[in-house]
């Protein structure tokens, strides 16, 4: 008798510990979501350019409907792309697991990419 409670007893705290669950709710999802996007940001901070080619466009998240959800600006003389095209499909894929998730819905207006240029030696938005 005392073997089998002994064995119950090793089986409830193994399978207690071994099951710890990932923190999974909307709030949690939406701060790591935040801090894939602040590290993106931090990651093209920079933004010192030298003349209109410097200057890039990136195709960031995934709204419900379709298309990225916004677009990043950088510098290219200054950040590295690979790096931030890694950082960039991340976030997106993230965002893209939410939206199923969550059942999310939007508007399915398209977002078109921004103009960038070089002024004044920083790329910025036209």
Same mark, same amino acid.
């Given at each position: 008798?005392?073997?089998?409670?002994?064995?119950?007893?090793?089986?409830?705290?193994?399978?207690?510990? !071994?099951? $710890?669950?990932?923190?999974?709710?909307? %709030?949690?999802?939406?701060?790591?979501?935040?801090?894939?996007?602040?590290?993106?940001? !931090?990651?093209?901070?920079?933004?010192?350019?030298?003349?209109?080619?410097?200057?890039?466009?990136?195709?960031?998240? !995934?709204?419900?409907?379709?298309?990225?959800?916004?677009?990043?600006?950088? !510098?290219?003389?200054?950040?590295?792309?690979?790096?931030?095209?890694?950082?960039?499909? %991340?976030? $997106?894929?993230?965002?893209?697991?939410?939206?199923?998730?969550?059942?999310?819905?939007?508007?399915?207006? %398209?977002?078109?990419?921004?103009?960038?240029?070089?002024?004044?030696?920083?790329?910025?938005?036209?």
């Amino acid at each position: 008798m005392k073997t089998h409670f002994l064995k119950y007893t090793i089986l409830v705290f193994i399978t207690f510990f !071994a099951c $710890t669950k990932e923190d999974i709710s909307p %709030a949690a999802d939406e701060q790591k979501l935040e801090s894939l996007s602040k590290e993106i940001e !931090a990651f093209t901070k920079n933004k010192s350019c030298a003349g209109g080619n410097d200057c890039k466009v990136m195709a960031m998240g !995934a709204r419900p409907c379709g298309g990225p959800s916004r677009y990043i600006v950088y !510098a290219l003389s200054k950040t590295d792309e690979k790096q931030l095209m890694e950082k960039v499909n %991340a976030y $997106t894929s993230l965002e893209n697991e939410l939206n199923i998730r969550y059942n999310r819905v939007s508007t399915c207006i %398209a977002i078109l990419p921004p103009t960038v240029d070089c002024t004044d030696g920083v790329c910025t938005v036209k």
